[in-house]
């Protein structure tokens, strides 16, 4: 199994409010790299719903695997993916 990232998040098991993007405002739990999640990049999880989500809504983004995936939202608790670029600096996430 190829993993892209060898190692965790550095803001894994952190929760960050996301400064860009449709979740802008929103708290987001990061759980790892999403190819660490599921062992595959994005691009390559056919029918997977959080992938076909994040192929949908990611205009814009640069199509990498720079992705996490965690939980948004307070009480709805989704699994999401979303790009680093629309995350807090590390130093800024620390809460």
């Known amino acids: 199994m190829t993993r892209f990232h060898a190692e965790p998040h550095p803001q894994a098991g952190q929760t ?3 400064t860009g993007g ?3 405002g ?3 739990t990061i759980e790892d790299w999403w190819d660490r999640v599921a062992g595959k990049s994005w691009m390559d999880c056919d029918g997977n ?3 076909l989500e994040y192929a949908v809504q990611s205009t ?3 199509i990498d695997d720079e992705v996490v995936y965690g939980k948004v939202g ?3 608790q989704a699994g999401k993916l979303i790009h ?3 995350l807090p600096a590390m ?3 620390r809460q």
């Open 16 to 18: 960050v409010t996301v």
């Open 22 to 24: 449709r979740f802008t």
């Open 26 to 28: 929103w708290q987001f």
């Open 49 to 51: 719903p959080v992938c």
């Open 60 to 62: 814009g983004k640069p």
């Open 74 to 76: 307070e009480a709805i």
């Open 84 to 86: 680093v670029s629309d």
């Open 91 to 93: 130093e800024s996430a």
